[in-house]
């Protein structure tokens, strides 16, 4: 797990409080800059002047779903991770209608231990170091 993170920016998008504010105290924990956003349509205000290394998404949001977020945020910052995290059976359709656009997205089931999280963060996103250079 990785100690200090060189400022890498996670946004969190769920509309579950508690699970948007546990995953923000984790990564703010290990150093990560967080924002927390509990709509799509929140998180497009946030990254209109943020923009995330990383999104960690639910699937199933009100209005806007995680898999259409994905896709607006791909369009606009294509260098940014998106994990989607889903606890519901109907997640596996909306993958497949984002596959046949041309959209993959990786999947992770809720609940997500902490330990797991972190590790897949860290490899998607390793540490620079002063410099420039990743370790």
């Given at each position: 797990?990785?100690?200090?993170?060189?400022?890498?920016?996670?946004?969190?998008?769920?509309?579950?409080?508690?699970?948007?504010?546990?995953?923000?105290?984790?990564?703010?924990?290990?150093?990560?800059?967080?924002?927390?956003?509990?709509?799509?349509?929140?998180?497009?205000?946030?990254?209109?002047?943020?923009?995330?290394?990383?999104?960690?998404?639910?699937?199933?949001?009100?209005?806007?779903?995680?898999?259409?977020?994905?896709?607006?945020?791909?369009?606009?910052?294509?260098?940014?991770?998106?994990?989607?995290?889903?606890?519901?059976?109907?997640?596996?359709?909306?993958?497949?209608?984002?596959?046949?656009?041309?959209?993959?997205?990786?999947?992770?089931?809720?609940?997500?231990?902490?330990?797991?999280?972190?590790d897949i963060v860290a490899h998607l996103l390793p540490v620079i170091k002063s410099g420039g250079a990743?370790?």
């Amino acid at each position: 797990m990785p100690t200090n993170p060189g400022g890498r920016r996670i946004l969190i998008l769920d509309d579950e409080a508690s699970v948007a504010e546990t995953l923000e105290m984790i990564f703010r924990g290990c150093g990560y800059e967080v924002r927390v956003a509990y709509s799509a349509e929140q998180a497009i205000e946030t990254i209109a002047t943020w923009q995330p290394d990383l999104a960690i998404v639910d699937v199933m949001l009100p209005r806007m779903n995680g898999i259409e977020f994905g896709t607006v945020l791909k369009s606009n910052y294509p260098a940014c991770h998106i994990l989607l995290m889903s606890g519901h059976p109907g997640t596996a359709e909306l993958l497949e209608m984002a596959r046949e656009q041309g959209h993959n997205f990786e999947i992770l089931a809720k609940p997500l231990h902490p330990a797991l999280i972190l590790d897949i963060v860290a490899h998607l996103l390793p540490v620079i170091k002063s410099g420039g250079a990743q370790a």
